[in-house]
């Protein structure tokens, strides 16, 4: 049985090299940093191989002749999304997961032409019935056992975790019925990967724009870089209008879940 070595924040100049042939990306930098996800390696000391899993997305880096290369996609992407930059691991791991793939691309986002008084209008657009609430523990709590939500906490330890280093809005429908949401996907070296959530039946209602624009003025104003990243359309055309900038395209293959 192949048994990979796995990188913390003490370990990871050990696999610099191979790592930074990624090109950066929020997730990776949470990874390095032991904010979430994990790093796989052959060798901590002198590596050939590196595999990084974070959210449902994986990347992966190094000598694709290497034996393990195979068992270290499969191990690393079951299902979700592979982002490639590397023509040798796009070709291994489509190979590896022949027929149960789709190949798509993806934006990432700028945030650097965006201030809080441009998003004040899409925050007061909120319409009448509806309420922005901080998520603090009872919501996180609540979030969690939903399954249109849970996303927006889930990616943290625990709720005490997200408490403390996460952060997020949700949009409340009268009293207490949470209909929308935008929060951090993950946190990273000095800001939050974003995420966006609406219950199906209260979409088309402007309310994913009302709570991105709520959680978006929270990092600027807590100097916190808000990380836009979306395939699609919806999202992209949401970011747009908040007035994010595309900084960057990128492929991804999406490995489909057989389970």
């Known amino acids: ?27 990776i930098d949470a990874a390095v940093h032991g904010y979430h996800g994990q790093i796989l390696v052959d060798d901590l000391n002198n590596p050939t191989i590196c595999g990084i899993r974070i959210g449902g997305v994986a990347y992966f880096t190094g000598d ?16 979700g999304d592979v982002i490639v930059n590397d023509e040798n691991w796009t070709k291994l791991v489509k190979e590896v997961h022949s027929g149960h793939y789709k190949e798509s691309k993806r934006y990432s986002f700028t945030h650097e032409q965006i201030t809080p008084d441009y998003l004040n209008k899409y925050i007061d657009s909120l319409p009448n019935g509806y309420t922005y609430k901080k998520i603090d523990r009872k919501l996180a709590e609540q979030l969690l056992d939903t399954k249109w939500g849970k996303y927006l906490v889930c990616n943290f330890k625990d709720v005490d975790e997200f408490l403390e280093k996460g952060a997020g809005f949700c949009i409340i429908d009268g009293d207490d019925q949470i ?29 994913a724009t009302a709570a991105s624009a709520m959680f978006v003025k929270y990092c600027l104003e807590n100097d916190k870089i808000p990380h836009w990243d979306a395939e699609n359309k919806q999202s992209i055309h949401l970011a747009k209008k908040l007035g994010f900038v595309i900084d960057r395209e990128y492929k991804i293959i999406s490995v489909l879940n057989n389970t």
Do not use: C
């Not at 070595?5 to 997730?27: C, F, R």
């Not at 694709?64 to 299902?79: G, Y």
């Not at 209909?179 to 309310?207: C, M, P, W």
């Open 1 to 27: 049985m192949t048994k990979f070595k796995t990188i913390t924040p003490e370990t990871v100049m050990g696999a610099w090299n191979l790592i930074q042939n990624l090109p950066y990306d929020p997730l």
């Open 64 to 79: 694709t002749n290497h034996p393990i290369a195979k068992v270290l996609i499969n191990k690393l992407s079951p299902w």
């Open 179 to 207: 209909v929308s949401g935008a929060s951090s996907f993950i946190y990273f070296n000095g800001g939050y990967e974003i995420e966006v959530d609406t219950h199906r039946d209260y979409r088309k209602q402007g309310l």
